[in-house]
């Protein structure tokens, strides 16, 4: 099945510490991105990836870091630096950047302690 | 950043009854989708839409690209229980090649 896979469901981390999120996908699409959820707001772009080894940030990439070394995989990681890191986060992929329809994952929510 | 208008922000409504929300924007937008999402899961793609005026169906939801171009609209016909959830609007406008999301329209349904 193709698909994008986000992992772990659910993630704790103790404040001060950096935290990595998967996501990968199958659909050989060539766009990939990071939204973060928060309650009763839309989703807000973090980083975006429209190529292997390249990647631009959103419009709130501030305390976030991505690397794109493989076209399946955009891992993100949440730093110290984050001020308000708890939230639900979304990966998406685009068959290619631009005008394109956004698939999802199914999401990690991650709690700060 | 920029974010569209959606309303209504949430609905609660009894089965069998017809639902209707609408997304706007500010600015002229050439590519608006519709996106569903479940508690605790990621937003499902429901329709997407490219041309003014277009109007396109999936099974009982039906949603249209307002002729203005700043404009949206999803109907969903004979609600059932499992249309719970809340649904998005987004969309590509101006020069950006960023997608912009709507706040969302929370749909309960009573059986």
């Known amino acids: 099945d193709g698909g994008i896979t986000q992992s772990p469901k659910y993630l704790f981390r103790k404040e001060g510490q950096n935290v990595t999120l998967s996501c990968e996908q199958n659909?050989?699409?060539?766009?990939m991105y990071w939204y973060r959820q928060d309650p009763g707001q839309g989703l807000r772009l973090i980083y975006y990836?429209?190529?292997?080894?390249?990647?631009q940030k959103g419009d709130i990439a501030e305390g976030y870091s991505v690397s794109r070394e493989k076209k399946e995989s955009f891992p993100l990681t949440v730093t110290s630096a984050q001020k308000n890191p708890t939230a639900f986060y979304l990966c998406?992929?685009?068959?290619?950047?631009?005008?394109?329809?956004?698939?999802f994952g199914p999401g990690t929510r991650l709690t700060v302690l | 950043g920029q974010q569209l208008n959606q309303s209504p922000q949430s609905m609660f409504i009894q089965e069998g009854e017809d639902v209707s929300m609408n997304c706007t924007s500010s600015?002229?937008?050439?590519?608006w989708l519709w996106y569903k999402q479940d508690p605790g899961e990621g937003p499902v793609l429901l329709i997407a839409?490219?041309?003014?005026?277009e109007l396109t169906s999936n099974g009982r939801l039906t949603a249209q690209f307002g002729i203005t171009r700043k404009d949206s609209f999803l109907n969903i016909s004979a609600s059932i229980p499992s249309d719970v959830g809340i649904y998005f609007c987004?969309?590509?406008?101006?020069?950006?090649?960023?997608?912009?999301f709507g706040t969302g329209t929370l749909l309960a349904v009573q059986p």
């Open positions: 600015s002229i937008f050439n590519t």
């Open positions: 990836s429209q190529i292997v080894n390249d990647f």
């Open positions: 998406a992929s685009s068959i290619a950047g631009g005008r394109n329809e956004q698939f």
């Open positions: 839409l490219y041309k003014a005026g």
């Open positions: 659909l050989n699409h060539d766009a």
């Open positions: 987004a969309g590509y406008g101006g020069a950006t090649n960023k997608l912009i």
